[in-house]
């Protein structure tokens, strides 16, 4: 059982990708979901979240202003949209179930999200 990204890709700096994440196991009435990326020789950090009602989110300072959360509760899916993009923002991106809050007010944690995507990797590169 696992969620599954996809979207990922090479694209120029200043370009932008859409990420999408979904699985059979992702209510999103009751989920969290999280997003999370891994740069290579680097830790995993957090990037985003979306809140159970759609309405809360949080970001990574370091996207705040160019990334952006959406849902489509029919397609049982979480987009993230990723404007802007920057070399620092390559990496394999994940998404996450998480039993947690999502609050622009509290810092997002890894270990509160308890099943994981596949991963997709996004390259920024001219």
């Known amino acids: 059982l696992q969620l599954v990204e996809s979207g990922g890709g090479l694209v120029q700096p200043g370009g932008s990708l859409r990420l999408s994440c979904t699985g059979s196991?992702?209510?999103?009435?009751?989920?969290?979901i999280g997003w999370f990326r891994q740069a290579p020789g680097k830790e995993r950090e957090a990037v985003s979240c979306?809140?159970?009602?759609?309405?809360?989110?949080n970001f990574a300072d370091s996207v705040k202003g160019r990334f952006t959360l959406s849902r489509d509760n029919a397609k049982n899916t979480v987009y993230l949209q990723m404007d802007m993009l920057k070399p620092d923002d390559t990496g394999v991106y994940y998404c996450?179930?998480?039993?947690?809050?999502?609050?622009?007010?509290?810092?997002?944690?890894?270990?509160?999200?308890?099943?994981w995507g596949q991963g997709t990797q996004v390259t920024v590169s001219s």
């Open positions: 196991e992702l209510l999103l009435d009751r989920h969290v």
């Open positions: 979306l809140g159970t009602s759609g309405g809360r989110t």
């Open positions: 996450a179930r998480g039993s947690t809050l999502c609050s622009a007010s509290v810092p997002i944690h890894s270990e509160y999200y308890d099943l």
